[in-house]
């Protein structure tokens, strides 16, 4: 089982820009789909990022594509997420995913991730 960490949340106006970092631990880094989800209050999590393990191209949600970019470091065993252009609907809590077991067709799936970290909250406003 892997063990996830999530940092670089706060707060921070409309079009201002956060990076994520999520550190992990515990396994082998390379065999893991590593993902983004974000749970904003009242709502469903929802699907932000992914990065597969054979695959360097990253997938986005529509609603963050050409803003947000998913990075992944091997060596330190840590995917980032670069947020620019926030707006008050980013507004949520991001969590960081792993999986070395998810089908492409279920990547944007929250249920298909067995390994979550704690979250971090991202705020957006004025």
């Known amino acids: 089982q892997v063990q996830l960490v999530e940092s670089g949340g706060g707060w921070v106006q409309p079009g201002g820009s956060l990076r994520l970092s999520c550190a992990a631990s515990?396994?082998?880094?390379?065999?893991?789909?590593m993902a983004w989800f974000r749970q904003a209050p009242g709502k469903e999590r929802e699907f932000v990022a992914a990065?597969?393990?054979?695959?360097?191209?990253?997938l986005y949600a529509d609603a963050v594509k050409g803003r947000f970019t998913m990075s992944r470091d091997n060596s330190e065993k840590t995917v980032y997420l670069q947020m620019n252009s926030l707006q008050p609907e980013d507004t949520a809590v991001y969590y960081c995913?792993?999986?070395?077991?998810?089908?492409?067709?279920?990547?944007?799936?929250?249920?298909?991730?067995?390994?979550w970290g704690q979250g971090t909250q991202v705020t957006v406003s004025s």
């Open positions: 995913a792993a999986s070395d077991s998810v089908i492409l067709s279920q990547v944007r799936v929250p249920d298909a991730y067995r390994s």
């Open positions: 515990g396994v082998s880094f390379t065999r893991y789909t």
């Open positions: 990065r597969r393990r054979y695959n360097s191209n990253a």
